[in-house]
């Protein structure tokens, strides 16, 4: 749905600006905000309003505004305020995205402000955000308005240098094309109504790419915080879990994120004083204490939240041993011979993966590339791969994967992309589809990297040197023309590899290959001989369990497991 307004609009030229406000059950909040961009005095603008899956009525009392510009309301299913924004800028025609957080109230001189600064070629403009004096008076507000006030301070003491940290964007200007090109918000960081670091994220990816950003005090938006102190204290445990991503994902910050988390009480007598600590820090919130001793309790129990979050997602990061899990079909194949025991029902493949992204921690091929050279990962690390690209890894796999936030590693026979597993057919197997070139790339594309697992799936051992460089060398030659980058690891067919085959791989240029014995991959050992433990149609339930724990250990050791 969407409100005719401004003249920009009817004369046909795009605006200026596009101010995207992504909002989530604050119908009274937003539509202030949205009603107090009427006073700018910069009129060229449209605002697009994504409302986040709210169900108080927030889209109905948006379209009944009455604002004298053009308005679009976009609803979506609830997906986070990382997907609400990048849909928003995806339906965005101004040259720049303005982008405000739904408790923003602008001031009338923001967009010309900011439209100043960009104008004088600045890429990124951050904006001082302080407390709208219609705020709920408690200590939560108070200590915001005064971290918004030693904030501007701060920037505007040291212009041009702008700390990682104080990448917020809660009211931000960015060219639309440089948003678009960096990728815009990790959704990750948000999903399922999670809280955190998106921005920190975001403005990463904008530092790596060059791009100019700035503080300007004059572009101002007032918050107007409702935010309980039950909500605050359950983003603060969001925000420890979201460091854990950022440093996963942006190794150079671990150092400082490790840092931050050591300033917290996070030892034992902490982890049980916490709950009671919690109780008592909201009591004296909700009886409106605003005094020190008061402030101090409630930030103190703020801080041990964060710590509960921090190691609820796998920090600290430290080497560790990681379990590589190989799934081959994922397919009921009862009653096919030779294969039954290779296919996972889909059913039970997603039951697992359900099990392993709540247990444990997936690690994506990036992390184990950074692991092999002595990188660090979270508690309970798990890469997980597949073997051979049948289609059904396409069609079954790559949703459960995606609805469980989880990446993979995948190993295509080169010369049989598009195909059939005929190397099975002298064992009597029956055939089953490969996927085609089209079907790798959309996987690539979803976030699954594609290995290779050889031209034509011999035993490697078995082949002569030049069979084997044709294999191997070949391979590698086979990714360009299926439209993917050049592969980094392998999967030995069959498992089977000696030392003349890895040193083949190696001179190919590969980063790892795996195997199919099992174990863990431990730090230092060999890379060119990664063990793996295959799960297979028997392994379901307790016995997946058990796999997992024993990882090809006779007794697993319950403490090395879980912790």
Sequence with gaps: MSQAGDLADRSGEPPRFSVVIPTYQRRDVVLGSVRALARQSLQSFEVI????????GTAKSLAGAGVPFRLEVIEQANAGRAAAVNLGASRARGDVLLILDDDMEADPSLLAEHDRLQR???DVVLGHVPLHPASPDNLVSRAVGLWAE????????????IPLAELITGQMSIRRDAFLAVGGFDTGFTRMGAFGNEDLDLGHRLLEAGHR??????AVSR????????????????VGRADVRLARKHPGQAEAIEARFARQRHGGFWRLSRPPLRLLALAVASMGAKGGWATRLFFFARDLEYARGFREAGGPLRPRPVRVLCYHAIADLAGRPVLEPYGVPPGEFDRQIELVSRRFNVIDAAEFARFL???ALPRRP???TFDDCYEDLLDEGLPVLLRHDVAGLAFAVTANVGGTNAWDAPTGAPELPLLGAPGLRTLAASGIVIGSHSRTHPMLNRLDAPELHAEVEGSVEDFAGLGLPRPLFLAYPHGEHDEPVRQEVAAAGFTAAFTVEPGLARPGEERYAVPRLEVLRSDAGWRFV????AAGRRRPSLRRALF
């Excluded at 950003?213 to 004059?218: Q, T, V």
């Excluded at 918050?223 to 969001?238: C, E, F, I, K, N």
């Excluded at 058990?546 to 724990?549: A, E, G, S, T, Y």
């Design 373 to 375: 050279d002595g990188g």
């Design 49 to 56: 309003v994504v409302v986040d899956g709210s169900t108080d």
């Design 120 to 122: 004088e070629g600045v």
């Design 150 to 161: 030693t904030r501007a301070r701060r920037l505007s003491a040291r212009p041009g240098e």
């Design 223 to 238: 918050q107007r915080y409702v935010v309980t102190p039950r909500r605050y204290l359950a983003q603060w445990r969001d």
């Design 546 to 549: 058990w796999k997992l724990l």
């Design 382 to 384: 798990v890469l997980l």
């Design 213 to 218: 950003i700035e503080f300007h005090a004059g």
